[in-house]
């Protein structure tokens, strides 16, 4: 299997729900990434995982959480969804922590929350 | 902190040569990439450039830095409508080899 997979495609939440967005990684893979893309921005980095545990993370509050599993899937939990939560949420995978060659990146998932 | 400028908007005509331009303020840059995302998609990466290099070229593409402007360029030849896109330039540092800082992207128009 190739290439990072992401489900679902489109989400529509209210605000103050929770939402669980899954991610496939590139077979090989160990290492996951996730990043938000509000409309008209580049993506921000949100966390890191890397064998399972946490390897960084960027500025964003804790309802922001997430899992990757011994098979290298991975998921991002929001809680207490917010309007501006609204974006494209990114999975990339790599090869290590630090990959000379990049990221290979999912086609995302659309959230919208209202 | 670190931050990556790109300019919005380019339009070409098909057949030209496209420059997308990008500045960075950190000077602990390692890589330099340049990914691509089409209406709908993730993002592709096209190519990549070491800190210590100055150009790299990869077929229609080159990419030239100059670290002492801390300035980041993309040339396309030849563009074709199917590289009309959002172009970004993204970087990683010595001491957050972990995350992309993203640029705000340049939307490339080609017209036939």
């Known amino acids: 299997e190739t290439g990072v997979t992401q489900s679902p495609t489109h989400l529509i939440k209210t605000r103050g729900q929770q939402v669980t967005l899954r991610c496939s990684s590139q077979s090989g893979h160990n290492t996951v990434s996730w990043y938000q893309q509000a409309l008209g921005q580049g993506p921000q980095f949100i966390f890191q995982?890397?064998?399972?545990?946490?390897?960084g993370r960027g500025n964003f509050p804790p309802r922001f959480s997430g899992l990757q599993f011994p098979n290298y899937s991975s998921e991002l939990n929001v809680n207490a969804l917010e309007l501006d939560d609204s974006a494209l949420y990114l999975c990339?995978?790599?090869?290590?922590?630090?990959?000379?060659?990049?990221?290979?990146f999912g086609s995302g998932t659309r959230l919208t929350v209202v | 902190g670190e931050d990556v400028e790109q300019s919005l908007f380019l339009s070409v005509r098909e057949g030209d040569s496209s420059v997308i331009n990008c500045t960075y303020t950190d000077s602990s840059s390692t890589y330099l990439y340049w990914y691509k995302q089409e209406p709908g998609a993730g993002l592709q990466l096209l190519t990549y450039?070491?800190?210590?290099?100055d150009m790299k070229q990869d077929q229609r593409l080159t990419v030239l830095l100059n670290k002492k402007d801390k300035h980041l360029s993309l040339r396309i030849a030849d563009t074709q409508t199917g590289d009309s896109a959002i172009y970004f330039c993204?970087?990683?540092?010595?001491?957050?080899?972990?995350?992309?800082?993203f640029g705000g992207g340049t939307r490339l128009m080609v017209k036939p």
């Open positions: 995982y890397y064998r399972e545990e946490e390897n």
């Open positions: 450039i070491f800190s210590n290099m």
């Open positions: 993204a970087e990683t540092f010595n001491n957050a080899g972990n995350m992309l800082t």
């Open positions: 990339a995978s790599s090869l290590g922590r630090v990959d000379n060659y990049g990221y290979t």
